[in-house]
């Protein structure tokens, strides 16, 4: 039986439930981290909204600097260290026909983060105009994505 | 969802303005300012990932903050045909849903000026056809952080058709009202 658990604005999920899809519906500009150790269940989402904390207060899921290294300990914590991970990244729209300044600093300051921690990203499905939403499917290890199909978007 | 709350009659006169501009019965119900949890924020129109046609406009002077008119594609559509007549293009129904967005973020500011005392002035208006909770959010990623959010839900009814819509009001910290 597949459980859907939806991650809001700014939150940071972790499962090592096989059946568990960690999800973002109506992703806009922000992006939604997903770290996994292949050949295990071990899953972590971050919903990030904006690319440096600033020293802000808030969740660590909010911003790219501080949602990375709280995904890796997270998955640290269940015994995967981060050579082992990977990562698979979605998000990063111009929506509403906004230039598309802070979903493209989102998308560079997630992967330089990564980037820091050696973890290489397999799936991408960044930047655009369109919204997502995002699911992670924890046995097939990749993200599905979805957005509004054409008789959707015409009105 | 929005939490209902008895408001006094019209405060904004958008009551009537719409029904000037429709020509039918509108009816509005509103809620209190109030700040929500992040999480619920692209949740407040409906389903963060339902089809949505939003209007927004940005808003300068005494005032700073952001209006986002969200209306399911079903009851633009409606507008659409109220104010240019059936079988109209998308885009003429977009440019429909615009001028609804003006006049009610026009009425917004109006008051939220009043209550500092000075003017406020809305941007032009851009529309989109896009998941409620993507274009919410990408909003929310422009505002102050944790703004205050007021959330006012219209409902109209023409010709026995429901029309239904949600204003969100972003109010940056830096503005007073």
């Known amino acids: 039986m597949v459980k859907r658990t939806p991650v809001g604005l700014g939150e940071l999920c972790i499962s090592a439930d096989p059946h568990e899809r960690l999800c973002i519906f109506g992703l806009g500009s922000c992006i939604a981290v997903y770290l996994y150790a292949p050949g295990t269940s071990a899953t972590a989402l971050a919903h990030v909204v904006l690319p440096e904390s600033q020293g802000r207060p808030g969740e660590p899921g909010r911003y790219a600097d501080t949602a990375v290294p709280a995904l890796v300990a997270g998955l640290r914590s269940l015994g995967h260290e981060p050579h082992r991970l990977r990562a698979a990244i979605a998000g990063g729209a111009a929506v509403l026909g906004f230039t598309s300044e802070i979903g493209q600093q989102n998308i560079r300051a997630v992967r330089r983060y990564l980037e820091d921690f050696g973890i290489p990203v397999v799936q991408d499905d960044t930047g655009g105009i369109r919204g997502r939403s995002v699911e992670f499917d924890p046995q097939g290890q990749h993200i599905e994505v979805r957005v509004l199909a054409a008789p959707q978007v015409s009105i | ?177």
């Open chain 2, 1 to 177: 969802m929005i939490p209902k709350e008895p408001v006094e009659h019209d405060p904004t006169g958008l009551q009537d303005a719409l029904s000037e501009l429709l020509g039918v019965h509108v009816d509005l119900q509103e809620s209190a300012p109030q700040r929500y949890a992040l999480r619920d924020i692209p949740n407040l129109a409906g389903p963060a990932d339902s089809s949505a046609v939003a209007v927004y406009l940005r808003a300068a002077g005494v005032f700073q903050g952001q209006i986002l008119l969200i209306l399911p594609p079903q009851s633009a559509r409606r507008i659409g045909d109220l104010m240019l007549g059936p079988g109209k293009s998308s885009e003429h129904v977009l440019d429909a849903c615009r001028e609804l967005g003006n006049i009610v973020a026009s009425r917004y500011l109006s008051r939220m000026a009043d209550a500092i005392g000075g003017r406020a002035i809305p941007s032009t208006p851009l529309s989109t056809v896009d998941m409620a909770g993507a274009v919410i959010s990408s909003v929310l990623q422009r505002a102050s952080h944790d703004p205050v959010v007021h959330a006012i839900e219209l409902r109209m009814q023409a010709a026995g058709d429901a029309i239904r819509g949600t204003v969100l009001v972003l109010q940056d910290q830096t503005s007073e009202a």
